[in-house]
């Protein structure tokens, strides 16, 4: 594909007379690993609030794959082919494992939830969620209380839940947040892998910077509600204004 998957212009977003973000304009090509980074308070969130439909765009506008998205609700938005994980784990604590990711796999059917349970009888489906545990490790967990999970497996429940939705794009909002060493190299090694895969273009927020440096093809700074910055992890690195502005370092006299 010659053009990029995500193409967004000028978004900007206010609350009263605080600019939360301003004028942004970034592409994101099919298959990239991008990083978004930024200091507490640096827009990340609204931008990505924006992204997925959760917040209007003050101005500017969002394209995926060549359609004008700016304003859609999550729903539609999802639809198309851009699904988000959260921050905090966003999951079904009373169903099942497996239950989980069928709920997600009846929504891409077009079945309404109500329909679940009917559907959660259907073969194929449960077929459908089983492969996408396998993918993510959590085949052995399938019949557990997803309520009783480790945070790692619930973290990861929630990507095998965004992978159901089967989406083109996703926005992964820190999703090592609040993870072991262990557990960090084991979403870091999933999500490389699933790159790999040819399936997934990938926009990452993350704070560990180990993790941005070892997965990124590219990162984005944004400071204060603007794009700040953008290359290869080395040019970030080397970035004296990434460094004062993120790193919090100050120029030596």
Do not use: C
Request: glycine share 8%; no cysteine; hydrophobic share 40%.
């Amino acid at each position: 594909m010659n053009e990029p998957i995500l193409s967004v212009r000028g978004l900007s977003k206010s609350f009263g007379g605080v600019h939360a973000v301003q004028n942004v304009s970034l592409d994101v090509w099919p298959r990239e690993k991008v990083a978004l980074i930024g200091p507490n308070g640096a827009g990340k969130t609204t931008f990505y609030n924006m992204l997925s439909g959760r917040l209007r765009p003050s101005d500017g506008s969002v394209s995926f794959e060549g359609q004008d998205i700016t304003g859609l609700p999550p729903h539609r938005i999802s639809r198309l082919g851009i699904s988000r994980s959260f921050q905090i784990t966003n999951i079904f604590s009373e169903l099942s494992v497996r239950q989980n990711v069928e709920v997600a796999l009846t929504a891409l059917h077009g079945k309404g939830l109500q329909m679940f349970r009917i559907a959660s009888r259907d073969r194929a489906l449960r077929e459908e969620a089983e492969q996408i545990l396998a993918q993510l490790g959590l085949a052995e967990l399938a019949d557990l209380r997803a309520g009783v999970l480790s945070y790692g497996d619930k973290r990861l429940l929630e990507i095998a839940i965004v992978l159901a939705t089967r989406p083109r794009l996703v926005l992964l909002d820190e999703p090592t947040a609040g993870m072991t060493p262990e557990e960090t190299r084991q979403v870091t090694r999933l999500i490389r892998e699933l790159a790999a895969s040819n399936t997934y273009t990938f926009l990452i927020t993350e704070h560990d910077m180990s993790v941005v440096f070892d997965l990124a093809d590219r990162i984005v700074v944004m400071h204060r509600g603007q794009l700040l910055a953008e290359g290869s992890p080395e040019e970030i690195r080397n970035n004296k204004a990434v460094r004062e502005a993120y790193l919090g370092e100050e120029e030596e006299p």
